[in-house]
């Protein structure tokens, strides 16, 4: 069975800090993992994924993350927090027998300080 | 834009009632997955299909059942409805079953009172 950790319900962070959002994967089989991000009341928009292509994988909005299959993790990171940031963040993988389903971490609500 | 959407995007039930939730597909796919996401966490897989036969289903009961059309649009449908039915019903549309390039809807938000 494949899950997914996210380490952290909320992080706060200032505007123009460092942002690392913690990930943590279980897979018996090489994952698919992305990073989604959900703004109030609207859908989910999907920031980057990793395919076993790159291990560094750049998403949108200066957001990246690194997938370290020696620490079975997937933090997500942007150099510089912008006020817009602020929102609910969900890491996610499929893959192998779960292919036809995406599954969900429990989320991180990002918070941006002025 | 996605180009996934979904209809109604708010809708308030009585408990015992049915509903039926839309989705349209973004176009060029042929597979949709829905998706309930309770507030406050993260969304958890109801079903997928693909060419319009059932490919693959969470831990919901059997009132909780889809249709997908020959052009891909598919329906949510969930009977005698529950107080911990409410919450955002997303709908995901994708290429192939491996969900490598599934985009999302922005929801429907059920609440069941």
């Known amino acids: 069975a494949q899950s997914v950790t996210q380490l952290g319900s909320h992080v706060s962070v200032s505007e123009g800090a460092l942002v690392l959002l913690r990930c943590n994967y279980s897979?018996?089989?090489?994952?698919?993992l992305f990073w989604y991000v959900q703004y109030p009341n609207q859908g989910l928009q999907l920031l980057l994924k990793?395919?076993?292509?790159?291990?560094l994988v750049k998403g949108i909005n200066g957001f990246e993350a690194e997938f370290k299959k020696s620490e079975t993790s997937f933090h997500l990171t942007k150099p510089s927090a912008h006020m817009s940031d602020a929102a609910e963040y969900f890491c996610a993988v499929t893959g192998g027998s779960s292919a036809s389903k995406i599954i969900f971490g429990s989320g991180t609500r990002l918070s941006i300080r002025p | 834009e996605t180009g996934v959407t979904q209809s109604p995007t708010h809708l308030i039930k009585t408990r015992g009632q049915q509903v039926t939730l839309r989705c349209s597909s973004q176009?060029?796919?042929?597979?949709v997955s829905w998706y309930q996401q309770a507030l406050g966490q993260g969304p958890q897989f109801i079903f997928q299909y693909y060419r319009e036969e059932e490919n693959g289903r969470g831990n919901f009961p059997p009132r909780f059942s889809g249709l997908q059309f020959p052009n891909y649009s598919s329906e949510l449908n969930v009977n005698a409805l529950e107080l911990d039915d409410s919450a955002l019903y997303l709908c995901?549309?994708?290429?192939?079953?491996?969900?490598?390039?599934?985009?999302f809807g922005q929801g429907t938000r059920l609440t069941v009172v």
């Open positions: 995901a549309s994708s290429t192939r079953q491996g969900n490598t390039e599934a985009f």
């Open positions: 176009s060029g796919h042929n597979t």
């Open positions: 897979s018996s089989v090489p994952p698919y």
């Open positions: 990793y395919t076993s292509a790159a291990t």
